[in-house]
T-cell receptor, first 115, second 114 residues
Framework: GAGVSQSPSNKVTEKGKDVELRCDPISGHTALYWYRQSLGQGLEFLIY????????KSGLPSDRFSAERTGGSVSTLTIQRTQQEDSAVYLCASSLGTAGRSPLHFGNGTRLTVT | GQQLNQSPQSMFIQEGEDVSMNCTSS?????WLWYKQDPGEGPVLLIA?????ELTSNGRLTAQFGITRKDSFLNISASIPSDVGIYFCAGRSRGGTSYGKLTFGQGTILTVHP
């Protein structure tokens, strides 16, 4: 597609429920990234994929967070047993590769609210 | 881990004024990027820098990759109301499992008064 697409754009869930956030990267981009942005804060790295593998998942806050990528394209970020502190905007980005001259292109994010 | 210190945290300026913001890092980066984020949207790339000492312009925006590879600045000349938003610096380092990811600064909130 023309840009990185994320769905849903907004998600309200009750504490304790599981949620799945989806990211469709730009066609042909092999690298995919998930970041989290809390209100008024910078971007916190969660995980990135090169193809279908995740060389760096060091930013996942806890074992309630997991992500997968299939077919070198779509990625899903899953949060189990959501907590109120999980409320944030979850941003996905993709890049042509991970080499230096491959800037990240971001989607508009999924705003998650845990009540 | 890697940390980026971005300053100032916020700026309130008059239309037509020039703006300068910068980022410093505790470690070396081989790529510096500057992004702008509008409300409800994802960050959009403004300028990319790939070489120490590089000075790059994009319209009224100018950014430089510091010689030490631990800092970068962004200047905006003759600001206009649509420059309002949050500006982020981001750095990417070489090597290891962190090779691909960007580390972001905390952002500079820019307000432009007409």
């Amino acid at each position: 597609g023309a840009g990185v697409s994320q769905s849903p754009s907004n998600k309200v869930t009750e504490k304790g429920k599981d949620v799945e956030l989806r990211c469709d990267p730009i066609s042909g981009h092999t690298a995919l990234y998930w970041y989290r942005q809390s209100l008024g804060q910078g971007l916190e790295f969660l995980i990135y994929f090169q193809g279908n593998s995740a060389p760096d998942k060091s930013g996942l806050p806890s074992d309630r967070f997991s992500a997968e990528r299939t077919g070198g394209s779509v990625s899903t970020l899953t949060i189990q047993r959501t907590q109120q502190e999980d409320s944030a905007v979850y941003l996905c980005a993709s890049s042509l590769g991970t080499a230096g001259r491959s800037p990240l292109h971001f989607g508009n994010g999924t705003r998650l609210t845990v009540t | 881990g890697q940390q980026l210190n971005q300053s100032p945290q916020s700026m309130f300026i008059q239309e037509g004024e020039d703006v300068s913001m910068n980022c410093t890092s505790s470690s070396i980066f081989n790529t510096w990027l500057w992004y702008k984020q509008d409300p409800g949207e994802g960050p959009v790339l403004l300028i990319a820098l790939y070489k120490a000492g590089e000075l790059t312009s994009n319209g009224r925006l100018t950014a430089q990759f510091g010689i030490t590879r631990k800092d970068s600045f962004l200047n905006i000349s003759a600001s206009i109301p649509s420059d309002v938003g949050i500006y982020f610096c981001a750095g990417r380092s070489r090597g290891g499992t962190s090779y691909g990811k960007l580390t972001f600064g905390q952002g500079t909130i820019l307000t432009v008064h007409p």
